[in-house]
């Protein structure tokens, strides 16, 4: 069958009109980061700020009108709002589909989504940079939280280098029932979505920062979770507009930061862990990875990135310190090939320090639930 070409897509796109302006979506320019490959189909339709919640029909019907293409396999279509010269993007004007105006959370007074139905918290595993181990940590996390029986969720929102696909050694594309959202994947009892399922792994996402929040958004609303006690999200790295919508917009119950133990990942660290405060997200704790390095032929310890920066990071800003984890291959080796510590060699060292650190994000969790709940005093 002959690859569909971005003509042909814009073609179809043509038969779908603005309802307030009778335009067809690419006359008015409103296509955008059309992505194409091996019949998978991704773009943004660019529309006024204002107008973004009530043009979710038209989205639904672009995305339906490409689907229906001879040739195509899967589409993803975002609603992003772009501002106009001069204004400041704010991020209640970059959502994107159903979101609604209601407010929920952190008192930071901007508008949120609502509280996705049946997840009882989200925890966000961020870093202030790349490179730490940031989706490994998550991974291990949540299977290590899906081992001590509570129904687990993991959401990837690093758009642009997707990798929980691989590490919970998942592929092909989620189905849907009802042609409105999407059955999220599921491995080792832990339901997952991923732009990764989407868009194939050699696929460049050249997408602004209003797309990807807009991405992210509809990986949270438009996926049938079902009944979760946590749904764990990995976090792009860095602290941009993509990680500060997150904050904002989504109803998290915590934070949990990732560094390694030398200096200069433990800056941008602490310039993660600020962020989350500052938009009034509870920071769970710290995780130092790659703390040490165990030698598995005679044993001797080197603390090639330094040893305890985190530990100290966390008693400074004072957090909770989550624990530490050893720069094994091991660890690595076993996420990379979709078959992560925990659930691989689950009796494990390592593993045994990956459910240590569940057992404490849990506990947080659950404190953090009771402290919320109303005292009821009968006299």
């Known amino acids: 069958m002959a690859q569909v070409t971005e003509q042909q897509i814009l073609d179809a796109l043509k038969a779908v009109q603005d309802p307030d302006t009778g335009k067809d979506v690419v006359s008015a320019g409103m296509v955008s980061g ?175 920062g209003p797309m990807v929040m807009s991405a992210i958004q509809q990986l949270l609303r438009d996926v049938n979770w079902g009944e979760l006690d946590v749904l764990v999200v990995d976090m792009p790295p860095g602290t941009g507009d993509a990680q500060l919508t997150m904050a904002q917009q989504v109803p998290l119950a915590g934070a949990v930061i990732v560094s390694t133990p030398q200096d200069i990942s433990l800056l941008d660290a602490r310039k993660g862990l600020n962020m989350f405060r500052k938009v009034e997200v509870p920071v769970l704790g710290i995780i ?49 090939g979709g078959h992560p510590i925990v659930v691989s060699k689950p009796d494990s060292e390592n593993a045994k320090v990956f459910r240590q650190i569940a057992e404490r994000v849990w506990a947080k969790l659950e404190a953090s639930e009771a402290k919320a709940m109303p005292k009821i005093l009968v006299q």
């Open 34 to 208: 059309l992505v194409i490959k091996d019949g998978n189909v991704a773009f943004a339709l660019e529309v006024d700020p204002q107008r973004g919640p009530k043009l979710e029909p038209m989205r639904k019907q672009a995305e339906k009108t490409v689907h229906a293409m001879d040739g195509i396999l899967s589409v993803s279509v975002v609603l992003t709002a772009e501002t106009t010269p001069g204004q400041t993007p704010q991020p209640q004007q970059m959502q994107g589909g159903h979101a609604g105006g209601q407010s929920t959370g952190h008192g930071s007074g901007k508008d949120m989504i609502p509280g996705i139905p049946g997840i009882k918290h989200i925890i966000a595993v961020a870093s202030g940079k790349g490179g730490v181990g940031k989706s490994t940590v998550s991974v291990n996390l949540a299977l290590a939280l899906a081992l001590d029986g509570h129904k687990v969720g993991m959401m990837d929102a690093d758009i642009y280098g997707p990798s929980q696909p691989r590490m919970m050694g998942l592929s092909g594309q989620p189905k849907t029932n009802d042609g409105e959202t999407l059955e999220p994947m599921e491995n080792y009892g832990v339901k997952v979505m991923s732009m990764g399922f989407l868009i194939p792994d050699d696929t460049p996402m050249i997408w602004r």
């Open 288 to 336: 130092e990875n790659m703390s040490y390095f165990a030698c598995p032929s005679c044993g001797h310890r080197s603390e090639i990135f330094s040893h305890g920066g985190a530990r100290k990071e966390a008693d400074r800003l004072g957090v909770d310190f989550l624990g530490e984890i050893p720069l094994d291959i091991e660890i690595r080796e076993t996420s990379d």
